[in-house]
């Protein structure tokens, strides 16, 4: 039997598949996923998640949420909207919101590279870095976008995230190695 929380990840990942595929049809991925974060930032609101999560007052909020956000949904996004409430599906927003991201990216064929550097990196080398990447996998048709996060406390290098994966070239990373090979 499914735990709960399985439960609510499967659901969330058959809304986000239906959301691309609508999205994909009509060419608005980016209206759509803007829809999600908006949606989460207001649901993740300290206040608005205590009443959206109280049984009584549930349908009221949901209502107010649902009449200040119709004038600027598109008829698709407004039954979406009356849909999750109808389901109580609010809950659900965020991993919504998570495996859409997640299934756009796969269906695009898209990588996203989070790299953590000391300083902003050139356009020459997110270039250099991009293609490096892409010889290393074996279907080229990726498109690799690429975050630069700044972060001076490494020292020097970078560091890779690639999905789950890190690839740590951080100067302070060798030197962590390095006290720990010596007091070994």
């Known amino acids: ?17 239906v959301i691309l595929d ?15 974060e908006f949606l989460v930032k ?19 909020i949901i209502n107010i949420i649902i009449s200040t956000c119709v004038d600027i949904f598109n008829s698709q996004s407004k039954s979406f909207l009356l849909l ?21 990216n796969k269906n695009l064929k898209s990588i996203v590279v989070n790299v953590t550097s000391v300083k902003k990196l050139s356009i020459q080398q997110k270039d250099n870095l991009s293609n490096k990447i892409l010889s290393i996998l074996s279907d080229k048709k990726y498109k690799i976008r690429l975050n630069n996060i700044i972060n001076s406390n490494i020292i020097g290098g970078i560091i890779l995230r690639i999905n789950n994966t890190v690839f740590d070239g951080s100067i302070l990373n060798h030197l962590n190695q390095l006290e720990h090979f010596l007091k070994n």
């Open 84 to 104: 999750i409430s109808k389901n109580k599906r609010f809950n659900i927003l965020p991993s919504i919101l998570f495996y859409f991201k997640y299934l756009k």
């Open 1 to 17: 039997m499914k735990s709960k929380n399985q439960y609510h990840c499967l659901i969330a990942r058959k809304y986000a598949q």
């Open 22 to 36: 609508i999205a994909i049809e009509n060419n608005m991925i980016s209206y759509w996923q803007s829809i999600l």
């Open 42 to 60: 207001l649901i993740n609101t300290n206040s608005i998640y205590k009443l959206i999560t109280h049984p009584i007052l549930y349908n009221q």
